[in-house]
């Protein structure tokens, strides 16, 4: 017995020692590797989508500012005003345009002084918005931020202190880059839309002002000379151009010091301000290539399925950090507000609700007739206006024979004798009308896909707390092989 007892531990050691052995000579022995996949390439894809995602702002920046100033031929730190309504005619620059306002814009550079701007006394709703390269508002001046009165108000940059005249005011905040970007609404009356007359918003429009502090009370100063806008590169044969207008526009606007941890990982791949993606090796290379790609396809379809957004009967809610979304950390919000309306507005300012599915979650199509249905007291509660507006999916507005791309409040819908208001969405003229001319509560849409954005200027408490429920669109079924009543 003894024997047998000594004879199993004997055998059980040396079958440990074996395994343990075997054990280690199979972890000194190395992977096989498939011949046909390059991690070094998928390595710098899969981290390059997550940078792509977080850079997006400095890619689209450097093409927006620059398409916004040398389209119009204007120039660092002075006034473009638009002087006619978005309409289908408008291709360029993306956005989803309102139909409600004319515009004004600047592009400015705030790294050595603030610039003043100065507004007249307004009879009508306006606001100024301006936001940072990231994205991301830092201050308003307009009805509801300052007030309907006449004011001088101070736009300051990064790391400025100094004295401001007695006659001008210094706004909530500023801008965290040197560059930013200033975007004025000024509404348009529907007479004056229905008339075509603008003088009075054009004599408006002129009187908005930008001036350097310097030369504020001050008409002998020297004129100053502003750095150059970076002009992108639009090499559209690079797969690599996208890395490149990031690498170069994070160095004269840097970003956040709180990403630096982010930054360290992005460096590894060759992203992040002044950095070369061209000394990368060549799996590198492919592997960014294809993040661009897909990155800013994850950016495209995050923002038609909804995501950060709260979905009420197919309308989408943006999120409470909307306009400022690096506050959030949410990197792909922060892209999709980029991407899909370039500058996002605070909610407390304007909410767009987005939708792109029936009350069936259907994607909408000009394929099929669609009812959307107010019931008395159910439309929104706003201080200034709300109006709907029809795109296509390259968020451009729709053309129609009856030049019409929103209907609202301001639009002079007809409501029925129960005190409900009923919009016709469909390509063809409803059967109810009788004429183009004769049907008020029409929105058409396009043959094939759609959006469309609900705006609330100055939204009341039931929208800000996304506790009000717009109505789901009903889908009425194919369109009318006649297209309604001639």
């Given at each position: 017995m003894f024997f047998n007892g000594l004879l199993h531990r004997i055998l059980k050691g040396v079958v440990a020692v074996a395994i343990a052995i075997s054990l280690l000579?199979?972890?000194?022995?190395?992977?096989?590797?498939?011949?046909?996949f390059d991690w070094e390439e998928e390595y710098a894809y899969s981290l390059g989508v997550?940078?792509?995602?977080?850079?997006?702002?400095?890619?689209?920046?450097?093409?927006?500012?620059?398409t916004r100033m040398t389209g119009e031929n204007g120039t660092v730190n002075q006034f473009f005003h638009y002087r006619e309504l978005r309409d289908d005619e408008f291709v360029g620059g993306g956005g989803a345009p309102n139909n409600d306002t004319l515009y004004s814009h600047a592009v400015l550079y705030l790294g050595g002084e603030p610039l003043i701007l100065s507004v007249p006394k307004m009879s009508r709703y306006y606001t100024f918005e301006m936001v940072d390269y990231r994205g991301d508002?830092?201050?308003?001046?307009?009805?509801?931020?300052?007030g309907t009165e006449a004011g001088n108000y101070a736009i300051v940059g990064p790391n400025w202190e100094g004295e401001l005249?007695?006659?001008?005011?210094?706004?909530?905040?500023?801008?965290?880059?040197?560059?930013?970007?200033?975007?004025?609404?000024?509404?348009?009356?529907?007479?004056e839309r229905q008339t075509g007359n603008l003088n009075e918003l054009y004599d408006i429009q002129n009187q908005y002002k930008l001036t350097p502090l310097s030369q504020w009370n001050n008409s002998a100063a020297p004129e100053l000379v502003w750095p150059e806008l970076l002009e992108?590169?639009?090499?559209?044969?690079?797969?690599?151009?996208?890395?490149?207008?990031?690498?170069?526009a994070m160095v004269d606007n840097p970003p956040d010091p709180a990403d630096t941890a982010l930054l360290d990982l992005f460096k590894g791949i060759g992203v992040g301000p002044g950095l070369?993606?061209?000394?990368?090796?060549?799996?590198?290379?492919?592997?960014?290539?294809?993040?661009?790609?897909?990155?800013?396809?994850?950016?495209?379809?995050?923002?038609?399925?909804?995501?950060?957004?709260?979905?009420?009967?197919?309308?989408?809610?943006?999120?409470?950090?909307?306009?400022?979304?690096?506050?959030?950390?949410?990197?792909?919000?922060?892209?999709?507000?980029?991407?899909?309306?370039?500058?996002?507005?605070?909610?407390?300012?304007?909410?767009?609700?987005?939708?792109?599915?029936?009350g069936d979650d259907n994607p909408l199509t000009g394929a099929n007739r669609y009812e959307l249905k107010f019931e008395d007291g159910q439309e929104p509660e706003v201080e200034a206006f709300w109006s709907i507006t029809m795109y296509n999916p390259d968020r451009t507005l729709v053309a129609n024979p009856i030049d019409r791309f929103l209907v609202g409040d301001?639009?002079?819908?007809?409501?029925?004798?129960?005190?409900?208001?009923?919009?016709?969405?469909?390509?063809d003229l409803p059967s109810v009308c009788s004429s183009q001319e004769d049907c008020p509560n029409w929105l058409p849409a396009p043959e094939g896909d759609f959006f469309m954005f609900m705006r609330l200027y100055l939204p009341g408490y039931p929208a800000l707390s996304q506790y009000w429920e717009p109505p789901s669109l009903e889908n009425l079924g194919p369109a009318e092989p006649s297209g309604g009543a001639s």
């Open positions: 000579l199979s972890a000194a022995t190395p992977p096989v590797m498939a011949a046909d997550q940078a792509y995602i977080y850079a997006f702002p400095w890619a689209y920046m450097s093409d927006a500012y620059w508002n830092f201050a308003y001046v307009g009805e509801r931020a300052t005249p007695e006659n001008v005011q210094k706004i909530e905040g500023f801008s965290t880059t040197p560059w930013a970007y200033l975007f004025g609404r000024t509404l348009v009356e529907e007479e992108p590169d639009d090499s559209s044969d690079d797969p690599l151009v996208d890395w490149k207008n990031i690498n170069r070369d993606v061209e000394l990368q090796s060549e799996s590198t290379k492919r592997g960014l290539a294809r993040a661009a790609v897909d990155g800013l396809q994850i950016i495209r379809d995050a923002f038609a399925n909804g995501y950060a957004q709260n979905q009420v009967n197919g309308w989408n809610y943006p999120p409470p950090y909307t306009g400022r979304p690096s506050l959030s950390g949410n990197w792909l919000f922060r892209a999709i507000q980029a991407e899909a309306g370039f500058v996002g507005n605070d909610p407390i300012e304007a909410i767009y609700m987005n939708v792109s599915l029936d301001r639009s002079g819908m007809n409501k029925a004798e129960d005190g409900s208001t009923t919009i016709y969405i469909q390509h």
